[in-house]
């Protein structure tokens, strides 16, 4: 039987854990950084638990590197005219493209809050023409 991944953090502790720092840096970032962490009750000493999908999002948008894999730098992958070198080991083409695939990731998720704002402001807007019209 394979061990489902957790859908929820359910402590600071955890939330370190899943993102591979320690709990003051976790802290911080949610602090700084707007780590997604939702707070049960009121007060700093009060629980917390964060959501695994919206810590991934913020992952991919945040800018902030995931610890996991060890990338390569591009310069050594690409040739002047920004093509891939052939010539590269299968280990270094592999970490090119996972550095292209989190630069998708990141912008695909940059859309997706672009999209929903605009969705957010035609909506205001047709609701504000329906008052008009009545």
Request: hydrophobic fraction near 40%.
């Amino acid at each position: 039987m394979v061990p489902q991944k957790p859908q929820m953090l359910n402590s600071w502790k955890e939330i370190a854990q899943f993102l591979d720092r320690g709990v003051r840096t976790v802290q911080r970032w949610e602090r700084d950084l707007q780590l997604p962490v939702h707070r049960i009750g009121k007060g700093k000493r009060s629980p917390v638990y964060a959501l695994v999908s919206e810590v991934n999002f913020w992952i991919a948008t945040s800018g902030i590197t995931p610890p996991r894999p060890q990338l390569v730098p591009q310069r050594a992958l690409r040739s002047g005219n920004g093509t891939i070198i052939k010539s590269g080991s299968p280990i270094d083409v592999s970490h090119h493209l996972m550095a292209e695939s989190l630069k998708l990731i990141r912008l695909v998720a940059e859309t997706s809050v672009r999209q929903r704002r605009q969705a957010e402001l035609l909506r205001k807007h047709i609701l504000e023409m329906r008052a008009r019209i009545r």
